[in-house]
Nanobody, 129 residues
Framework: EVQLVESGGGLVQAGGSLRLSCAHSGFTFDDYIIGWIRQAPGKEREGVSCISSRDGSTYYEDSVKGRFTISIDNAENTVYLQMNSLKPDDTAVYYC??????????????????????WGQGTQVTVSS
């Protein structure tokens, strides 16, 4: 059984940092795309960043470029999202999403938001001004 468990969220002041973790287990496949999606109250889900397990290619949504960094630790079966210079607009529940396979992408893959294979339970990030 595949499981995704997010952690690392919390309350932080604007300008602060958090590191989110998405620990996965039960994968029986080598190639996948894993992404971080966030949803603020009253807003639609928004793709933040994603990474390919095969070649490490990444994508960042414009508002987080230069502030967030996504990485994979294969030894720990964990994907991280390092979030620096946080802003109140970053406040949301952050989810990780996995789709099996390898894909080339120039933008955030919509299937990670709407047609994923696996989805985590989310972790709350609150940034105070």
């Amino acid at each position: 059984e595949v499981q995704l468990v997010e952690s690392g969220g919390g309350l932080v002041q604007a300008g602060g940092s958090l590191r989110l973790s998405c620990a996965h287990s039960g994968f029986t496949f080598d190639d996948y795309i894993i992404g971080w999606i966030r949803q603020a109250p009253g807003k639609e889900r928004e793709g933040v960043s994603c990474i390919s397990s095969r070649d490490g290619s990444t994508y960042y949504e414009d508002s987080v470029k230069g502030r967030f960094t996504i990485s994979i630790d294969n030894a720990e079966n964990t994907v991280y999202l390092q979030m620096n210079s946080l802003k109140p607009d970053d406040t949301a529940v952050y989810y990780c999403s996995v789709t099996k396979g390898h894909y080339n992408y120039s933008g955030f893959p919509a299937f990670l938001i709407y047609d994923y294979d696996y989805w985590g339970q989310g972790t709350q990030v609150t940034v105070s001004s």
